[in-house]
C-alpha cells in the first residue's frame, strides 16, 4: 500500500508505463539520460531502462529507493538518489547537460513541482508526467475554456504542452479518487519573457486570475496602483476585448498585456 501523506499511488499497469516510456522516446532527439521524478516500485523505470535511457531515478522515500536499488542492482543504466526532487542540486548533478523529464507527479506537490520545472527549465527540453487529469487539462487547455488557468499561462512562457491520454483510477493500488493524466512538454525555442520579468509577470498572472468568474479589469483593479481606465484602454489598444475573463486570453497577449501597463 502507498504512503497517502507522500501521494503514493503506485501505477500496476505495465501497459499504461510503456506508454509513457514511449511518450518520453518520441518527439526527441534520440535516448540520453532521463531524471524520474518518483521511482516507487519501478514500474515505469523498467521500460525507461529498456529503452535505452540512462535513467537517474529520485525516490524521497527510502525504503522505496532500496527496493528499486535491489531491483536494478546489476543495471548501470538505473541509478537511484534518495531524496525530495524539490532539494536535488541540478547543477552539480548535470553539469549544465539536458535531460528529459519523467514521473508520476504527487498530486498533493503538483503546483510546486511545476514552478520548479519552470525553474529549472534549462535543464529540461521535454517532460512526460503523469498528474491529476484536472490539472492535466488545466496545462493544456486553449484560451477560452473554463479549464484554463495559472498553470496554463506560467508553463506556457517556456513549454508546449501535450495531453496524451488518461490513466483510469483503477491502474493504481491503492486506487486514488480522481482519475489521472499523462502530458508532455517540449520546452520552446526560446522563452516568451526575459528571466528579470519573470517573477513580476508571474504576479500578475496570479492577480488576473484572482476572480475568474469577473471581467479580467475587474481583476486587475488597483494592482500596482492601475485604475479601470488605463487597464481598459492598454486592452484596446492591443486587441484585448475588454468583456474578456480571465480564461478569454492566450499566453502571448497577457505578456503585451503586461508590457503596455508598466
Known amino acids: ?23 518520453v522516446v518520441n518527439k526527441g532527439n534520440g535516448k540520453g539520460e532521463v531524471l524520474e521524478i518518483g521511482g516507487g516500485k519501478g514500474i515505469l523505470t523498467r521500460p525507461l531502462a529498456e529503452n535505452g535511457f540512462t535513467v537517474i531515478t529520485v525516490e524521497i522515500d527510502g525504503y522505496l529507493a532500496e527496493y528499486i ?5 546489476n543495471d548501470n543504466s538505473v541509478s537511484v538518489i534518495n531524496t525530495d526532487i524539490l532539494k536535488l542540486d541540478l547543477d552539480n548533478l548535470f553539469d549544465g547537460r539536458e535531460v528529459s523529464l519523467c514521473g508520476n507527479i504527487p ?26 487529469e484536472e490539472v492535466g487539462l488545466r496545462i493544456c487547455t486553449e484560451p477560452g475554456n473554463r479549464d484554463y488557468g495559472i498553470l ?77 481606465q488605463k487597464i481598459t484602454n492598454t486592452m484596446v489598444e492591443i486587441g484585448i476585448d475588454i468583456s474578456s475573463r480571465p480564461e478569454d486570453i492566450s499566453v502571448p497577449k497577457y505578456i503585451e498585456l503586461y508590457h503596455n501597463l508598466l
Open 107 to 132: 498530486y498533493h506537490l503538483s503546483g510546486k513541482i511545476f514552478r520548479w520545472i519552470s525553474d529549472n527549465r534549462r535543464f529540461f527540453p521535454k517532460a512526460v508526467l503523469m498528474v491529476q
Open 152 to 228: 496554463s499561462v506560467i508553463l506556457g512562457v517556456d513549454y508546449k504542452s501535450e495531453f496524451l491520454f488518461p490513466v483510469n483510477r483503477k491502474y493504481f493500488n491503492p486506487a486514488p479518487k480522481v482519475t489521472s493524466a499523462v502530458i508532455r512538454l517540449i520546452r520552446l525555442p526560446h522563452p516568451l519573457i526575459a528571466d528579470d520579468e519573470r517573477i513580476g509577470f508571474f504576479e500578475f498572472v496570479k492577480t488576473s486570475f484572482s476572480q475568474r468568474r469577473k471581467k479580467i479589469y475587474n481583476c486587475l483593479r488597483g494592482y500596482m496602483g492601475w485604475d479601470m
Open 69 to 73: 536499488k535491489k531491483q536494478f542492482n
Open 1 to 23: 500500500m502507498g504512503n497517502k501523506s507522500l501521494s503514493q499511488y503506485f501505477l500496476i499497469k505495465k501497459k499504461i508505463a510503456d506508454k509513457i516510456a514511449q511518450a
